[in-house]
T-cell receptor, first 115, second 110 residues
Framework: EAGVTQFPSHSVIEKGQTVTLRCDPISGHDNLYWYRRVMGKEIKFLLHFVKESKQDESGMPNNRFLAERTGGTYSTLKVQPAELEDSGVYFC?????????????FGPGTRLTVL | RKEVEQDPGPFNVPEGATVAFNCTYS??????FFWYRQDCRKEPKLLMSVYSSGNEDGRFTAQLNRASQYISLLIRDSKLSDSATYLCVVISTGGFKTIFGAGTRLFVKA
């Protein structure tokens, strides 16, 4: 069974540009999560989808970040315009249920560098 | 104060050693607890869930003390392959928000 996949694996952009990250969850997983790790800090929750609906987006840093999950399958996270502080590794995870005890499976991450 | 705090590390131990990691959490209403392992430049992977009764998986033992809001991970007979960062993860109630600790780096030396 395929795991969570993310694209691209790396992205280097200039400040002010737009970047779109993609996450394909494990097939059948209704719950999809985005996380971010900036250098030297812990992994931080960004948001949680249940199917196509945003269950919790309390971790989104500001309105330059837009996450979508049309059709309840893959998800995109767009950063527009990108700032230097947006650099970091963006992880996506999915789980079968949204219950707290359910295992979240992480993708390999997208390493974003904003110059 | 951070919601989840871990030993800062790094821990440098010889092969065969026993090493223990600690983690504390601030939200007494937290409901689920996990240890994840993250290798360098890789994604986190679930190592084990943590239950109040304690649980063991081979060389790994996890304990939860709700009264003290404290979680531990014990690794016995350390292997070179155990070298990684160990992340304490807590799920809060009311929305199941996932909160990560900063991680503790472990180096196991031959």
């Amino acid at each position: 069974e395929a795991g969570v996949t993310q694209f691209p694996s790396h992205s280097v952009i200039e400040k002010g540009q737009t970047v779109t990250l993609r996450c394909d969850p494990i097939s059948g997983h209704d719950n999809l999560y985005w996380y971010r790790r900036v250098m030297g800090k812990e992994i931080k929750f960004l948001l949680h989808f249940v199917k196509e609906s945003k269950q919790d987006e309390s971790g989104m840093p500001n309105n330059r970040f837009l996450a979508e999950r049309t059709g309840g399958t893959y998800s995109t996270l767009k950063v527009q315009p990108a700032e230097l502080e947006d650099s970091g590794v963006y992880f996506c995870a999915s789980s079968l249920s949204g219950l707290g005890a359910d295992t979240q499976y992480f993708g390999p991450g997208t390493r974003l560098t904003v110059l | 104060r951070k919601e989840v705090e871990q030993d800062p590390g790094p821990f440098n131990v010889p092969e065969g050693a026993t090493v223990a990691f600690n983690c504390t959490y601030s939200n007494s209403a937290s409901q689920s607890f996990f240890w994840y392992r993250q290798d360098c430049r890789k994604e986190p992977k679930l190592l084990m869930s943590v239950y109040s009764s304690g649980n063991e998986d081979g060389r790994f033992t996890a304990q939860l003390n709700r009264a003290s809001q404290y979680i531990s991970l014990l690794i016995r007979d350390s292997k070179l392959s155990d070298s990684a960062t160990y992340l304490c993860v807590v799920i809060s109630t009311g929305g199941f928000k996932t909160i990560f600790g900063a991680g503790t780096r472990l180096f196991v030396k031959a």
